[in-house]
C-alpha cells in the first residue's frame, strides 16, 4: 500500500530506499532485497504496491508470475473480467494474489505479507 506523505518530516526509521520513481515503469515491477528478504515493489495507477517474492505455497518466485485482472461474480452469478484488482500468478502451480492486499483469492486464510511503500521527492521506500 502507498503511504501518502507530506514530504516535509523526516523519513520513517522503517523506510528503506529501493530506488527511484525513475526506476519503474507503471504496470512493471522491481525486485528489491531488503534485510535478507526479496520484495516485489509494483508501479501500477493505484500506486505502489509490494509484496513478498517468497510464495507462501512452496516458495516459488511469486513476482516472476504475470500480473492481471481476474474473473470475478457478478451478482446474478455471471462471470465478468475484474481488472481493478492486479492479481500475481504465481509460476509454479498458479496461485493467485491480490497485489495489493496479498490475500489470496479464493483461500482468505493465505495471505503474502505486504508492505508500506512510501515515496519522496521521487524516491521510493519500503517499509517495515
Ligand atoms: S509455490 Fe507458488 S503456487 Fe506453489
Excluded at 530506499?17 to 495507477?45: K, N, P, Q, R
Excluded at 492481471?68 to 451478482?75: A, D, M, P, R
Aim: with cysteine; proline share 5%.
Amino acid at each position: 500500500m502507498s503511504r501518502s506523505d507530506s514530504g516535509k518530516n523526516e523519513l520513517p526509521p522503517d523506510a528503506h530506499h529501493v530506488g527511484s520513481a525513475g526506476d519503474f515503469e507503471s504496470g512493471d515491477y522491481l525486485l528489491v532485497e531488503v534485510d535478507g528478504i526479496e520484495v516485489a515493489v509494483y508501479c501500477t495507477e493505484d500506486g505502489y504496491f509490494a509484496i513478498s517474492n517468497f510464495c507462501l505455497h512452496q516458495g516459488g518466485p511469486l513476482c516472476e508470475g504475470p500480473v492481471t485482472g481476474t474473473v470475478s461474480q457478478n451478482e446474478d452469478g455471471t462471470l465478468c473480467f475484474d481488472d481493478d484488482t492486479q492479481v500475481v500468478r504465481c509460476p509454479w502451480h498458479g496461485w493467485e494474489f491480490d497485489i495489493e492486499t496479498g490475500d489470496h483469492l479464493s483461500r482468505p486464510e493465505y495471505s503474502q505479507p505486504t508492505y508500506d511503500v512510501l515515496v519522496r521527492d521521487g524516491e521510493v521506500y519500503v517499509c517495515w
